[in-house]
C-alpha cells in the first residue's frame, strides 16, 4: 500500500463514521443509557458521591467521562458527548487498522478498521449511535491489544504493565471488559506450553506486568473511594447488585425469542464481517488441528473474540449494544481473510468479480444506509428525553 493509498483510507474510515453518526449531531438521546449517565454526572458536579448520592449498577467510567465533557461544555450537552464518541469511534478503528497491519499487511489492516466503522452501525440506532460503555471501553481495550504486541515484539515491561492498566481502564468502564485480562495471560502460556515462543521467566515476568498494571488501575479507584468513605457502596452497586441482576429470573421462551429476534439479526444484519471473521478462525483452527506452527497473535485474536462472545449471553437478554463489544477483534479477524479474498478474486475473470464486488458492496452498505435513515426519523422522538433546556 502507498503513502497516498493509506491517507485515503484513514479518511475514508473518518468520513463513514461522521456520515453513519450524523444523526448524533443533532439534538438527540437514542438509548435512556445516555439519561443515567448524564443525571449522575451532575450529580458528581454538583458534589455528589457516587453510589451515595446517585446509583446504577455500571462501573464508574462512563459517569466520570460525561462529567468531563459538562464541566468543559456545560451541563447536559449530550451533543458534546456525542462529538467525543465520533471521535472514539474513529480512533479505535485507526487502533484496529494498525492491529490488522502488524498481524497480516496493509490492505488487512485496512478493512478491519473500515469493516468495524461500517457494521458498529449495522443495527438498530437505539443501540447503535448511542455514547455507550460498548463504544468507550473498545479503544482501551484495542489499545491494550496493541501495546502487548508490541511488548510482544520488544520485551519491555513498562509495556505489559501499560497493557493491564488499559484493560484496568476499560474495566472501569463495562465490567465484562476483564475477559481480556485472561486473553492477554492465555496468550503468553500458550507461547510457553505450545508455540515454544517464550520462556517460562519471560511469560513470568510480562503476565506480572499485565497483572499489576491492571490491579494497579482498580486499585487506586477503591483508594479514592475509600478516602470518600464509598467503598463499600461501590463494591454493592457495581458487583454484589449488578450480579443479582444478572442472574435474575429469564424465561425460556424470553430467552429464545431475544436469540431470534436479536442475537441472530444482529448476526445476518452484520453478516459479511462474521462470515469472513469466522473463516479466518476456521482457518487458524484448522492449521493448530493439523499441527501447523499458529502463532500467538492469532490465538490472542480468537480468544478475544471467543471470551467476549460468551459475555454477550450474561444475563441472556441479548442487547443489541451488548454485541458492539465482539466488533474489535472479529473485524481483525474478517480483515485478514477479506484481504486474501480479493488478493484472490482479483485474478479471476473480471466479469465474475464485478459480480461479486457489487455484492459485497450491497451486503455492507444496504444494511447501514437503512438505520442511518432509521435514525433520522426516529430522532423527533428522542427529544422527549432530553433534558428541558436542551429542547
Not at 91 to 104: H, Q
Not at 132 to 150: D, G, R
Not at 176 to 197: E, K, Q
Not at 273 to 282: D, E, M, S, T
Amino acid at each position: 500500500m502507498t503513502r497516498c493509498q493509506s491517507r485515503w483510507v484513514n479518511l475514508v474510515i473518518i468520513a463513514l463514521v461522521v456520515i453513519l453518526r450524523a444523526p448524533t449531531l443533532l439534538p438527540s438521546l437514542y438509548t435512556t443509557d445516555e439519561a443515567y449517565y448524564g443525571t449522575i454526572a451532575n450529580d458528581i458536579l454538583d458534589g455528589g458521591a457516587l453510589y451515595r448520592t446517585a446509583v446504577d449498577t455500571k462501573p464508574p467510567g462512563m459517569y466520570y467521562i460525561y462529567a468531563g465533557v459538562f464541566r468543559v461544555a456545560g451541563r447536559n450537552n449530550l451533543g458534546a458527548v456525542h462529538v467525543l464518541a465520533i471521535f472514539v469511534v474513529v480512533a479505535t478503528a485507526l487502533v484496529l487498522r494498525r492491529i490488522g497491519a502488524r498481524l497480516a499487511d496493509d490492505w488487512a489492516g485496512a478493512w478491519s478498521g473500515i469493516g468495524y466503522v461500517i457494521f458498529v452501525h449495522a443495527y438498530w440506532p437505539g443501540d447503535t449511535l448511542g455514547a455507550n460503555s460498548e463504544i468507550f471501553a473498545s479503544l482501551p481495550l484495542a489499545l491494550s491489544v496493541l501495546v502487548f504486541l508490541q511488548a510482544q515484539k520488544k520485551p519491555a515491561s513498562s509495556l505489559m504493565f501499560l497493557s493491564g492498566a488499559l484493560v484496568g481502564v476499560a474495566t472501569l468502564i463495562r465490567q465484562p471488559s476483564a475477559v481480556n485480562l485472561g486473553v492477554l495471560l492465555a496468550c503468553l502460556v500458550y507461547g510457553w506450553l505450545i508455540a515454544r515462543s517464550h520462556s517460562f521467566a519471560r511469560v513470568l515476568a510480562a503476565g506480572s506486568g499485565v497483572v499489576i498494571g491492571f490491579i494497579a488501575v482498580i486499585a487506586a479507584l477503591a483508594w479514592y473511594y475509600q478516602l470518600q468513605g464509598n467503598l463499600h457502596d461501590a463494591y454493592l452497586w457495581t458487583w454484589a447488585f449488578a450480579i443479582r441482576y444478572a442472574q435474575s429470573e429469564t424465561t425460556f421462551g424470553y430467552v429464545l425469542k431475544r436469540l431470534v429476534t436479536v442475537h441472530l439479526a444482529v448476526i445476518l444484519l452484520s453478516g459479511l464481517l462474521w462470515y469472513f471473521g469466522i473463516w479466518q478462525i476456521v482457518e487458524t483452527l484448522r492449521s493448530f488441528w493439523r499441527r501447523k506452527p499458529v502463532s500467538s497473535e492469532a490465538i490472542l485474536l480468537i480468544l478475544w473474540f471467543g471470551l467476549t462472545y460468551l459475555a454477550i449471553f450474561i444475563g441472556w437478554r441479548f442487547p443489541g449494544h451488548y454485541h458492539l463489544a465482539v466488533l474489535p477483534p472479529l473485524s481483525i479477524l474478517a480483515g485478514q481473510a477479506f484481504s486474501r479474498f480479493v488478493a484472490k478474486q482479483r485474478r479471476s475473470p473480471q466479469r465474475c468479480w464485478r459480480w461479486i464486488r457489487t455484492g459485497i458492496i450491497g451486503a455492507a452498505a444496504l444494511p447501514v444506509m437503512g438505520f442511518l435513515i432509521v435514525a433520522f426519523i426516529v430522532r423527533a422522538q428522542t427529544l422527549y428525553f432530553l433534558p428541558t433546556v436542551q429542547q
